[in-house]
């Protein structure tokens, strides 16, 4: 590659946050001096680290976890030593009672009891027999890999907390980036046995730099800089020049409210592709600018609490699923790195509130939030009022793309006019407004350099999208027909299947026994004690109520097992019946065709 043309370019960087400074750094390890212009005081965007009186806060909590060798390779050669492996644990603190994530046998069942674990197989075993035949929302592809029961038990009071819209309204992509294969039958098998693929909701160990995320940005800024680049922070992208199709330059405003032009032969954004939209110089057309308009954001907010205590809680993070309280998740940032706190005698606690920009919760006066964090967090029972020493406030905007009901119609028509401009790239979360995590973030500014310096054809708006979430390719009519079949049959998992019917199975034997005993008699369960034929060593006692559980969990587990390898085998066969009748009368109609 010739090195001559790549310095001819001047590329400007809108937004310092993980996607914009990765961007400017592959730039800049390649011979380019790109301008970064970032609205902040500070880099990171979404990401970055803030500071008060020594106590370092991540704002939203972020792991770096990824499968992206490019995006790995980076972390490592930017932070070195101190980029540190930590140990993972979180939990869900619902009803009450604390529940271990991934889940763990004994905590779950003592926490849900014995008749809600019933009731909780039972209803994944309905939603297994009969699923939504379409999960378009989150609320469908939750409960066909849950459960009914389990979703409200579990999603539903959370994921309306953060969202702010009923999950009947949340699409179903947000599920299926943030907790991909994930369903019931993996978080159980995950108790016993470490699943053969990784899954990265279930991930015991993260990396993490010793002083939080901000640590890897800045020094990210730092290489920019000594390689020819300019970061500019407190400048913001008030206004963006075209000629057609072309971007000419950008106009920031500095906090002095003085304006500055800046040219530029490329351009590649970070920035909310909805404001980039309303920026526009000349404007948009009408219909872009109004789709653009639709698209919305939610916010949130962390009151950062300074705890005179060393210890409080083991966890990483905590999800709060109680309704009676607002926070929705508690970061314990020393837990992250003991860096993250500048002694050992105190503690320092994120309580993390979900709103909307302008609602009652985002216009709280910071002292009624610290007093609201303090009341919160005594509720919960992780911390006294009384031992809450200091605090402070951090609010974050468009933290989180809602994927509502009408979003991709609109998105459709943003980016159809966006993709259309010449020399400008959209990149990131908000750029490209999908929920991405940063190490996806962070690959769409790789993949913005390879186009614009090697000229390759990433899709970046592609980036960690579900194959079943690509727009669709039209197919001819039998390979509509065969998609259409497999929807409508789709194959019963054998083990998931025999899990579910086990575990009822198991624990109904378990409680029968257990009422048998206590209810008493002079001949106590004699029907059921006819079980011990089948069952060497089982009794209707106590201790017989435990060889019960394990029986009946194993038989059910044969029965159900057997029962979906025979469904199974069933639908195959009047599937193959289906589809060849299906082809023989297309095949006909073709031919009349003719």
Known sequence: MSESPDHRRDVVVIGAGPAGLTAAYDLAL???SPTVLEQGAMVGGLARTESYRGFHFDLGGHRFVTKSAPVEAIWREVLGDDFVRRPRLSRIYYNGKFFHYPLKPVNALAGLGPLQSVLVAISYLRWQIAPYRREETFEQWVTNRFGRRLFRTFFKTYTEKVWGVSCSELKAEWAAQRIKDLSLRTAVLSMFVRPGTTIKTLIEEFDYPRLGPGMMWNTMR?????????????????????????????????????????????????MPVSELVTRLDPPAPPEVRAAAAQLSYRDFLTVCLIVDQPDLFPDNWIYIHDPTVQVGRIQNFKNWSPDMVPNGTQTSLGLEYFCTEGDALWCMPDED??????????????????DIVDGCVRRVPKAYPIYDA??????????????????????GRNGLHRYNNQDHAMLTGIYAVDNLIDGRSHDLWSVNTDQEYHEEVRTPAVDAVDKALERALSKLDRRAF??????????????????????????VGKHLALLGQYFPGYRVTASGSLLGLLYGGAAGFVV???????????????????????QSGIWGRFLDSI
């Not at 300019?230 to 304006?259: C, F, L, N, S």
């Not at 939030?369 to 009384?386: D, N, P, Q, S």
């Open 30 to 32: 390649r011979g380019v």
């Open 560 to 582: 159900g097992w057997s029962f979906a390898v025979i469904r199974n085998v069933v639908v195959f066969l009047y599937e193959s019946a289906m589809r060849r009748r299906i």
């Open 498 to 523: 025999g899990l579910a019917v086990g575990t009822v199975s198991g624990l109904l034997l378990f409680l029968a026994t257990l009422v048998l005993v206590v209810k008493g008699g002079p001949s």
């Open 369 to 386: 939030l610290i007093a609201l964090g303090r009341r919160e967090i005594a509720h919960v029972g992780l911390a006294r009022a009384e």
């Open 222 to 270: 730092e290489h920019v800089q000594r390689r020819g680049g300019t970061v500019r922070t407190g400048a913001e992208v008030v206004a963006i020049g075209r000629d057609g199709p072309r971007i000419r330059h950008v106009v920031i405003a500095a906090a002095d409210g003085t304006r500055e032009t800046i040219p530029g032969s490329d351009f590649i954004s970070s």
């Open 406 to 427: 009408r979003y991709r119609d609109h998105l459709d028509v943003v980016r159809r006019y966006v993709d259309g401009l010449a020399n400008l790239q959209t990149i």
